[in-house]
């Protein structure tokens, strides 16, 4: 039977009906395990994300950054912190880790190499033209979607920023020094209206935003528009940009939200708020192949084989595979056992020497990756 995904109308709308699955019954199952810290707080918090960087495996809990090595084993980073703002999914770097405060009038600067917390508060840093300026917050489709409209790309930060009812998108290149002391502002280039049509002339809303290379790809939309306008963009340093289009088949527009790398020239590429699936050499491409569509922003993973799919916020985890060949055909969606996580919300997940982690808003959580795959079971 060509097995799809369980109808889920009732569970957060997550994702469109079809054939129902036949939940497996196995023995000696494998659940996911709570990942212990094993350094004096709190194992059940908030992890804000986690991102895979060289031989590390990189994540920001709701009181300290820190990594997680080849053995498994957790090293946090830096110092303890508080007053992070849960809206927001991190940006990693092999030197920093950056996040939001509380008040969205600055972001917090944890060092992965040798150095000391700092901050970004944006008064100081870009003067009086920006007094009382906060990142851009509250366009998401659903309070749990995190938001995703500030990056940093090796000293280059891009952000979505608002004072007095307007929206501008900012690049800073930034002197971050030895890893001590201030930090110093070199140059600030805002991106102009990228010729949008819109209800408002307030400004740009950034609704996703990932590194790609060095350069980053972002879903924008005027403030007078719906989520599901605007288009997306490649954006370079210099502020450059470069309309991208979307896939083969469906709407013209593309609104990017996330893509997963599975090999060279191999890419799944996800949008929001429509969940269009598609697959190509790049996400730039001209040519990415259609999958399929489903309802909802979708995060996506890859373990370089099949893809692995949720929204975030929910608990609902799902494999898509056999997407290669005539992938709007052949491809299967199937949903994926989660329990030990069953009535959590996940934010993230990162495939890591031979396992799978998954943040959630009470804890890091962890399965081996041979054991992911498996369908959901009976309960």
């Not at 939940?23 to 996911?32: M, V």
């Not at 950056?98 to 003067?127: A, K, M, W, Y």
């Not at 790609?212 to 288009?231: F, K, L, P, Q, V």
Request: hydrophobic share 35%; proline share 4%; charged share 20%.
């Amino acid at each position: 039977m060509k097995k799809k995904f369980l109808c889920l109308l009732t569970l957060y709308a997550l994702f469109s009906c079809s054939d129902p699955i036949e939940p497996s019954l196995e023995q000696d199952t494998e659940n996911f395990e709570l990942f212990d810290f094993d350094n004096g707080q709190s194992n059940e918090e908030f992890i804000l994300g986690l991102e895979v960087i060289g031989d590390k495996l990189f994540f920001l809990h709701t009181n300290f950054p820190g990594f997680i090595d080849k053995q498994h084993r957790a090293a946090p980073l830096c110092c303890l912190t508080s007053d992070l703002n849960n809206r927001f999914k991190p940006s990693f770097t092999e030197n920093y880790i950056i996040h939001p405060i509380e008040d969205l009038n600055g972001l917090v600067v944890f060092p992965v190499v040798p150095g000391e917390l700092r901050t970004i508060i944006f008064d100081e840093l870009l003067g009086d033209e920006w007094k009382g300026a906060r990142l851009v917050t509250g366009f998401q489709k659903e309070h749990f979607h995190p938001e995703k409209n500030f990056d940093l790309n090796g000293n280059h930060l891009i952000l979505n920023l608002q004072k007095d009812g307007n929206l501008a998108i900012l690049i800073l290149e930034i002197n971050f020094g030895t890893g001590f002391h201030q930090l110093e502002l070199k140059q600030v280039t805002e991106i102009g209206n990228l010729g949008l049509e819109s209800h408002s002339n307030s400004g740009l809303i950034i609704q996703s935003i990932k590194k790609y290379e060095d350069r980053w790809i972002a879903h924008i939309r005027s403030t007078g528009n719906g989520m599901g306008e605007g288009n997306s963009y490649l954006i370079s340093k210099d502020g450059g940009t470069e309309k991208l289009p979307g896939p083969t088949l469906g709407s013209t527009n593309f609104r990017f939200y996330d893509f997963a790398k599975l090999g060279p020239q191999e890419y799944l590429i996800t949008e929001s708020p429509i969940g269009r699936i598609s697959y190509g050499s790049s996400p730039v491409s001209e040519n990415k192949a259609y999958i399929t569509e489903i309802n909802g922003p979708l995060v996506i993973r890859s373990d370089g084989q099949k893809g692995l799919i949720f929204i975030p916020g929910t608990n609902v985890i799902a494999s898509i595979e056999n997407f290669r060949e005539n992938g709007i055909s052949n491809h299967q969606l199937k949903q994926l056992d989660n329990t030990g996580i069953a009535n959590d919300q996940i934010y993230d997940a990162q495939f890591f020497e031979n396992k799978v982690y998954i943040a959630t808003k009470s804890g890091l959580f962890v399965k081996s990756q041979e054991n992911f795959w498996e369908e959901i079971r009976l309960p």
